[in-house]
């Protein structure tokens, strides 16, 4: 079959890696992709929100399934676009429905489902411009740390955790009233703070079924230690090792089951990956977030440990036979690491020559914020390159990937030397 794959980033390179090693795949697209996918897929230079575009895509290439690997597609609706389309209705997408979607779409809806189905999750409530003083008084309620939430999609950007109640108070009046986020902080979600530790399980569901994927930890914040600006993530392991059985177990009864029945319940159409952001707080698992498509750079960790057939199991999303699919998990660990330009995540430079990338051995250079140029691989992006590596222990994995970063070199390159540190 003629995949499409809609992305550009280190999430999209691990999927197109994952979905090349099949012999069910003849061709593989990717809209607009980056360096890492042109080497083993056509890269299509179209939006992943130009939905005309990608239709003219999908005719012209015969492609008939569709794997959706950003949010901002799916929030505005792509595979509703496909389903209500003559041409289009019979593509397999992959990723939810725009109802279903707004679970990330919008923390409030996110919030409300939670409560509603009886999901453990911080307490909360969410505030407008107009409301602007209730938020104050909210936040005299609280405790510090103060969470703060900008409602819709702030490119990972819209969290803010501080401990002075008149910073809260301050920040809250930048979002609300001086639109710091834009229209993403119209409204803003304040939250009590858990104190623990956060993971990510993921969950693929067809809607009926679902399947739980190998849980991973990233790590956020620009510096080391956990220090410093929040960015899309520096770094990632799999599995977490303090997701023993019994937490695991209180993860499925809790969170998932309560979590896949909801959809039914609420009738949120739902094909596609289910990323929950956990907390362990004490032993008890708390959800922070839903996202509505895999993480990055979770992703270049969980997909390199799935034994199975990808388009196979997209398939059986496709058709809502997620129940005869037998997921195999590699024991090994895996950890990754991630190359990214001076400065970010505020301002940085493009356009820089990545060398050494031949010279990796026993790792694998995922592609993100990197493109291919004059035929050199330059940097595009904040987030430039995820480099995996497999291991006994997620240490000795990301040793591995440290020994082949030393290869690697671009102008003003930063990553954090502390990946598992915490573990």
């Keep these: 079959m003629n995949i499409l794959i809609l992305g550009s980033g280190g999430r999209e390179h691990t999927i197109t890696w994952k979905l090349a090693q099949s012999n069910k795949c003849r061709n593989l697209f990717v809209a607009p992709g980056n360096s890492g996918t042109a080497n083993i897929a056509t890269n299509v230079p179209v939006n992943v929100t130009d939905f005309q575009a990608i239709k003219e895509v999908v ?4 492609i008939t399934m569709v794997v959706v690997g950003p949010e901002d597609p799916l929030v505005q609706g792509i595979h509703d676009f496909f389903l209500e389309d003559e041409a289009l209705k019979n593509v397999a997408v992959i990723g939810p429905q725009k109802a279903a979607a707004e679970l990330e779409g919008s923390k409030e809806f ?8 009886n999901i453990p999750t911080a307490a909360y409530q969410s505030f407008n411009a107009e409301t602007v003083e ?5 936040l005299d309620t609280l405790n510090p740390p103060y969470v703060l939430k900008a409602d819709g999609l702030a490119a990972g950007k819209g969290v803010v955790i501080l401990e002075d109640l008149n910073e809260a108070k301050a920040e809250l009046k930048a979002m609300l009233v001086d639109a710091k986020f834009g229209n ?4 803003v979600v304040i939250e009590e703070f858990l104190d623990g530790i956060e993971l990510s399980c ?9 399947k739980i994927l190998p849980t991973a930890k990233d790590y956020k914040r620009i510096g080391e230690g956990d220090n410093g600006l929040n960015t899309g993530g520096m770094g990632a392991i799999s599995p977490v090792p303090f997701a023993d059985e019994e937490f695991m177990s209180k993860i499925k009864e809790r969170i998932v089951i309560p979590t896949i029945n909801g959809f039914k319940k609420d009738n949120l159409p739902y094909k596609g990956f289910v990323f929950i952001g956990l907390i362990k707080v004490g032993n008890n698992p708390f959800v922070i977030e839903y996202n509505v498509r895999l993480g990055d750079p979770e992703t270049e960790v969980v997909l390199p440990r799935l034994k199975n057939d990808l388009v196979e199991v997209f398939q059986a999303v496709a058709n809502q036979t997620l129940d005869t699919i037998e997921i ?10 991630m190359l990214v330009s001076g400065g970010y995540p505020e301002a940085y430079e493009k356009g820089k020559e990545i060398s050494g990338i031949d010279n990796i051995e026993d790792s694998i250079a995922f592609h993100a914020g990197a493109q291919l140029k004059d035929n050199k691989v330059v940097t595009s992006g904040g987030r430039v390159m995820a480099i995996t590596s497999y291991g006994n222990t997620y240490k000795e994995a990301i040793k591995k990937s440290y020994q082949n970063i030393e290869k690697l070199h671009f102008d003003k390159m930063n990553y954090r030397k502390d990946i598992g540190f915490d573990l």
Excluded: C, M, P, W
């Excluded at 005719?59 to 015969?62: I, T």
């Excluded at 993403?184 to 409204?187: E, G, H, R, Y």
């Excluded at 993921?202 to 679902?210: A, E, H, I, P, S």
């Design 59 to 62: 005719l012209n290439n015969k």
């Design 202 to 210: 993921f969950v693929l569901t067809d809607g009926k079924n679902y």
């Design 110 to 117: 996110a919030k409300e489902f939670l409560f509603r189905h």
């Design 134 to 138: 209730d938020g104050y008084a909210f």
């Design 184 to 187: 993403a902080s119209t409204k």
């Design 328 to 337: 195999e998990i590699d024991e090994q660990a895996a950890a990754t690491v």
